[in-house]
């Protein structure tokens, strides 16, 4: 007698033990991520672990590279998981960079994420810079509140209407473009130029990021259709 052949009740008991799908797995998406092998033995397995594996694990994605890459961490992740997988996710915090050259990319401290958190039947939404990101007029700070609230708004609010709450391939799609709007803004943290080119430059920067962020809607997002 296979697996398979035994009664559905007691192979969920089975799935409890293995060690790929055991709750609160962390654990950072590489290259070329996929599944566990018992995820993709067969249809079946397919469809009774993949949930138990994304609703029990707590993804962190790097999203530097280009959604359109296909070797990148976010596309792997979101073909291999697809809308059955996506929908189960409850724990996932994507990490990025503000677009400046090395090294001073790196010396400067510039990373920032989003985490979204399915918690109580109901979706959390927190950022934030790593390690640290202040600069002198804070506007680090305000494009990641800013970018959190066009998250909110565009994904999370959809997300409560919906039946379980299921987050979808679009909306992760959504909140890395509004990531990598606000990457491609970057804000020197030594910016102290205080005449009116300083001023009328900064504003321009803001402005622009501001109106690109506010234009995102999960209709639009890339891969959109109801992933």
Same mark, same amino acid.
């Given at each position: 007698?296979?697996?398979?052949?035994?009664?559905?009740?007691?192979?969920?008991?089975?799935?409890?033990?293995?060690?790929?799908? %055991? &709750?609160?797995?962390?654990?950072?998406?590489?290259? !070329?991520?996929?599944?566990?092998?018992? %995820?993709?033995?067969?249809?079946?397995?397919?469809?009774?672990?993949?949930?138990?594996?994304?609703? !029990?694990?707590? =993804?962190?994605?790097?999203?530097?590279?280009?959604?359109?890459?296909?070797?990148?961490?976010?596309?792997?992740?979101?073909?291999?998981?697809?809308? *059955?997988?996506?929908?189960?996710?409850?724990?996932?915090?994507?990490? %990025?960079?503000?677009?400046? /050259?090395? @090294?001073? /990319?790196?010396?400067?401290?510039?990373?920032?994420?989003?985490?979204?958190?399915?918690? !109580?039947?109901?979706?959390?939404?927190?950022?934030?810079?790593?390690? =640290?990101?202040?600069?002198?007029?804070?506007? /680090?700070?305000?494009?990641?509140?800013?970018?959190?609230?066009? $998250? #909110?708004?565009? $994904? *999370?609010? @959809?997300?409560?209407?919906?039946? #379980?709450?299921?987050?979808? %391939?679009?909306?992760?799609?959504?909140?890395?473009?509004?990531?990598?709007?606000?990457?491609?803004?970057?804000?020197?943290?030594?910016?102290?130029?205080?005449?009116?080119?300083?001023?009328? /430059?900064?504003?321009?920067?803001?402005?622009?990021?501001?109106?690109?962020? =506010?234009?995102? !809607?999960?209709? #639009?997002? &890339?891969?959109?259709?109801?992933?």
């Amino acid at each position: 007698m296979g697996l398979l052949d035994l009664p559905a009740e007691l192979r969920l008991r089975i799935y409890d033990y293995l060690p790929e799908l %055991c &709750p609160d797995r962390q654990g950072s998406v590489a290259p !070329n991520f996929n599944t566990p092998a018992v %995820c993709r033995a067969s249809r079946q397995l397919h469809n009774e672990t993949l949930p138990i594996y994304a609703g !029990n694990s707590h =993804f962190e994605i790097e999203i530097d590279e280009s959604m359109n890459d296909q070797a990148s961490r976010m596309t792997s992740w979101l073909r291999a998981l697809g809308p *059955l997988g996506v929908g189960h996710v409850r724990s996932l915090q994507l990490n %990025c960079h503000w677009d400046i /050259r090395q @090294p001073i /990319r790196w010396q400067g401290h510039v990373g920032f994420y989003i985490r979204l958190v399915k918690a !109580n039947d109901a979706w959390q939404c927190t950022a934030g810079t790593y390690p =640290f990101a202040r600069d002198t007029r804070d506007m /680090r700070l305000q494009s990641v509140e800013l970018v959190q609230h066009v $998250v #909110k708004q565009e $994904v *999370l609010q @959809p997300i409560a209407t919906r039946d #379980k709450q299921a987050l979808r %391939c679009s909306d992760v799609e959504l909140a890395v473009a509004a990531m990598g709007i606000v990457a491609s803004h970057p804000i020197s943290t030594s910016d102290t130029e205080q005449g009116e080119l300083g001023r009328t /430059r900064r504003r321009e920067i803001w402005l622009d990021m501001e109106g690109q962020l =506010f234009a995102l !809607n999960a209709d #639009k997002s &890339p891969g959109a259709g109801g992933r």
